[in-house]
């Protein structure tokens, strides 16, 4: 596949947080965060930082920006107030309680939490079951269990991924960026109050708040309309879907593995789920794209996205760009098996439509279990960002941190999951996915009649 790549020297923001080590104890991905950051340096898509000498400025690369926390009232701008203080509780300095308590252990095989509280050999025994009895409730209440445990310095893994995406977003409402890239975020199912399928902080939900919010310089437009776009990721973006559910500013749409019969992850997403129901200003806002096939992502790219975009006309695009539909993916690579090229075909299309128009591109990241995977595609998506599109068989290089294993072929690629695609389950051809992409138009010429 091949297709035009993003205007050469777009201005492109690249978030490393000031918090690897939080970010690397992740249950779900531990130490994928470092494993990311180090390949994409390794393929000289970074600037150097200031003061040192480096390649050519001919060459188009992304300007790293070292994010800081966000505040408690950054976290508040989406999440409930209780559920935010339940998870920056041990960040609190000053609480004793807090201060006597060890870390929280971690069945990294079967996702099973089991917490060990240090108390001071002082207190009585009934004094520490209460406060047991008391954890494991709030726990429950939070969604931080199961595939939400605790884990060391969550508070501050929380705060560097909402850091990273508001700073980011800033750079790109203020117009010092054209494109943001923040692979730490794309954290789609938290909810407002409570933690769910490995995600702790909604980063999507609260980027598009700030890029929606006015500009300090007043001669700069508001990005008024921006649409969510969860299309790489095989599960369903359920938690930004719900969280812009009644408005129209926010168009959300989301690609995914849909199977609630046999009881994929989170069950929602079906096609003829649309958003509130007519005569709600935010019918149709809400969009939902099932799909099982190799091929028929680059189908529904071609087919249905680029309309919906060239019909919606959003200031910004926020992409999550999950990529737990690779093949060899623990999670979802049987089902999909995507190859990395028609995954960075469809995006580099949806990102060179953008650039082309002056939109402006928040890339975020989300699922990937095979750590090494994670980190090519990851990539190969910045370099497409850039205009640079790497080839595929170019080798991983040599100055690349060793501890993660990029064999047996040791390159870029990530082939196709390897399955017969029988002639009627071509997407031209499949007659389900064909059903799907009717609906998906019927909304198009529902926005078409409102937006022109």
Same mark, same amino acid.
């Given at each position: 596949?091949?297709?035009?790549?993003?205007?050469?020297?777009?201005?492109?923001?690249?978030?490393l947080?000031?918090?690897?080590?939080?970010?690397?104890?992740?249950?779900?991905?531990?130490?994928?965060?470092?494993?990311?950051?180090?390949?994409?340096?390794?393929?000289?898509? !970074?600037h150097s930082?200031?003061?040192?000498?480096?390649?050519?400025?001919?060459?188009?690369?992304?300007?790293?920006?070292?994010?800081?926390?966000?505040?408690?009232?950054?976290?508040?701008?989406?999440?409930?107030?209780?559920?935010?203080?339940? !998870?920056?509780k041990?960040y609190?300095?000053d609480?004793?309680?807090?201060?006597?308590?060890?870390?929280w252990?971690?069945?990294?095989?079967?996702?099973?939490?089991?917490?060990v509280?240090?108390?001071?050999?002082?207190?009585?025994?009934?004094?520490r079951?209460?406060?047991?009895?008391?954890?494991?409730?709030?726990? +429950?209440?939070?969604?931080?269990?199961?595939?939400?445990?605790?884990?060391p310095?969550?508070?501050?893994?929380?705060?560097?991924?909402?850091?990273?995406? !508001?700073?980011?977003?800033?750079?790109?409402?203020?117009?010092?960026?054209?494109?943001?890239?923040?692979?730490?975020?794309?954290?789609?199912?938290?909810q407002?109050?409570?933690?769910?399928g490995?995600?702790?902080?909604?980063?999507?939900?609260?980027?598009?708040?700030?890029?929606?919010?006015?500009?300090?310089n007043?001669?700069?437009?508001r990005?008024?309309r921006?649409?969510?776009?969860?299309?790489? =990721?095989?599960?369903?973006?359920?938690?930004?879907?719900?969280?812009?559910?009644?408005?129209?500013?926010?168009?959300?749409?989301?690609?995914?593995?849909?199977?609630?019969q046999?009881?994929?992850?989170?069950?929602?997403?079906?096609?003829d789920?649309?958003?509130?129901p007519?005569?709600s200003?935010?019918?149709?806002?809400?969009?939902?794209?099932?799909? +099982?096939?190799?091929?028929?992502l680059?189908?529904?790219?071609?087919?249905?996205?680029?309309?919906?975009?060239?019909?919606?006309?959003?200031?910004?695009?926020?992409?999550?760009c999950?990529?737990?539909g690779?093949?060899?993916d623990?999670?979802?690579?049987?089902?999909?098996?995507?190859?990395?090229?028609?995954?960075?075909?469809?995006?580099?299309?949806?990102?060179?439509?953008?650039?082309?128009?002056?939109?402006?591109?928040l890339?975020?990241?989300?699922g990937?279990?095979?750590?090494?995977?994670a980190?090519?595609?990851?990539?190969?998506?910045?370099?497409?960002?850039?205009?640079?599109?790497?080839? !595929?068989t170019?080798?991983?290089?040599?100055?690349? +941190?060793? +501890?993660? =294993?990029?064999?047996?072929?040791?390159?870029?690629?990530?082939p196709q999951?390897e399955?017969v695609?029988?002639?009627?389950?071509?997407?031209?051809?499949?007659?389900k996915?064909?059903?799907v992409?009717?609906?998906?138009?019927?909304?198009?010429l529902?926005?078409?009649?409102?937006?022109?």
């Open positions: 596949m091949s297709g035009p790549s993003a205007p050469l020297h777009s201005r492109c923001v690249y978030a947080p000031d918090a690897r080590h939080a970010l690397d104890q992740l249950p779900s991905n531990l130490g994928r965060s470092s494993v990311v950051h180090s390949l994409v340096r390794s393929f000289d898509l !970074l930082p200031r003061g040192r000498r480096g390649p050519s400025s001919s060459v188009n690369r992304a300007q790293p920006l070292i994010t800081k926390l966000a505040s408690r009232s950054d976290l508040e701008k989406f999440h409930d107030a209780d559920y935010v203080d339940f !998870l920056l041990d609190k300095e609480d004793p309680d807090i201060q006597d308590q060890g870390d252990n971690f069945d990294h095989e079967n996702f099973s939490l089991n917490q509280i240090h108390l001071d050999s002082t207190m009585q025994t009934n004094k079951r209460k406060i047991e009895k008391n954890r494991e409730s709030t726990v +429950e209440h939070f969604g931080l269990e199961h595939d939400c445990p605790p884990f310095r969550m508070a501050e893994y929380v705060l560097a991924v909402a850091g990273a995406v !508001l700073e980011v977003s800033q750079k790109l409402r203020e117009n010092q960026a054209d494109i943001g890239i923040v692979w730490d975020g794309g954290r789609h199912h938290a407002r109050s409570c933690a769910a490995f995600c702790y902080v909604n980063d999507a939900a609260l980027a598009i708040l700030e890029l929606r919010k006015q500009p300090t007043s001669n700069l437009p990005l008024q921006v649409m969510y776009l969860d299309y790489l =990721d095989i599960h369903h973006g359920d938690g930004v879907e719900l969280a812009f559910w009644s408005t129209s500013f926010i168009l959300t749409v989301s690609v995914h593995f849909h199977d609630p046999g009881g994929f992850y989170p069950l929602s997403g079906s096609v789920s649309s958003g509130p007519p005569p200003p935010a019918a149709s806002h809400a969009l939902n794209i099932p799909i +099982e096939h190799p091929g028929s680059s189908y529904i790219c071609h087919r249905s996205l680029l309309p919906l975009i060239n019909v919606y006309k959003p200031s910004a695009i926020v992409i999550q999950g990529v737990d690779l093949a060899e623990p999670l979802g690579g049987r089902l999909w098996g995507f190859g990395l090229e028609e995954m960075g075909h469809c995006l580099e299309i949806v990102v060179q439509d953008s650039l082309a128009v002056g939109r402006k591109v890339l975020l990241g989300g990937g279990y095979h750590t090494a995977n980190a090519r595609a990851w990539a190969y998506f910045t370099s497409i960002a850039l205009g640079r599109k790497l080839d !595929l170019t080798e991983i290089p040599l100055n690349v +941190e060793r +501890e993660t =294993d990029y064999g047996p072929g040791y390159t870029l690629d990530v999951f399955k695609i029988q002639e009627e389950m071509k997407p031209e051809n499949d007659e996915l064909q059903r992409v009717q609906k998906i138009d019927h909304h198009i529902i926005l078409k009649k409102r937006y022109g």
